[in-house]
């Protein structure tokens, strides 16, 4: 069981599921309904939080969670085969983009163990991999819309 706090809802899980909702949707070359795509992030952020609540072996969430966000953009109106495509492929750049992050902070002498027990802390600490995370969905988004021209 991982602990998670109430307020990593909001500073690293609803940020984290709109950007892979948006990722999905690029790469499924759907267009947003800005309605779906709050609220099926919004979902997605709780079943996240609530899966890792869970007590079982670390790693388990993960697919738990890799499978109920492939059901839950599938519901929303994305196909299942893209909804599965672009739901492996996001959680391969979120994996990607926090390994980069702890590399970061790692070369910065932060200590992740002692820094992460703070949630405040440990989702601002989180934030770089946010923003590499999105840099790689707009890299994406860029050579997509390339290949449409």
């Not at 969670?65 to 109106?77: M, R």
Request: proline letters at 3%; glycine letters at 4%.
């Amino acid at each position: 069981m991982l602990q998670l706090n109430w307020i990593e809802i909001f500073l690293r899980n609803i940020p984290e599921m709109l950007l892979i909702v948006w990722g999905i949707h690029i790469l499924a070359r759907k267009s947003i309904n800005m309605k779906v795509y709050l609220i099926s992030s919004i979902i997605m952020a709780l079943v996240n939080f609530f899966v890792r609540m869970l007590p079982i072996y670390f790693g388990v969430h993960t697919l738990i969670i890799v499978i109920l966000t492939i059901c839950i953009i599938a519901i929303s109106g994305i196909p299942t085969g893209k909804a599965i495509y672009g739901t492996l492929l996001m959680f391969l750049i979120l994996s990607l983009s926090e390994f980069i992050n702890v590399a970061i902070l790692n070369l910065l002498n932060i200590n992740i163990n002692s820094e992460f027990t703070n949630p405040i802390i440990k989702s601002v600490l989180g934030i770089p991999s946010l923003i590499i995370m999105s840099l790689f969905v707009l890299t994406i988004r860029y050579y997509i819309k390339g290949k449409k021209d």
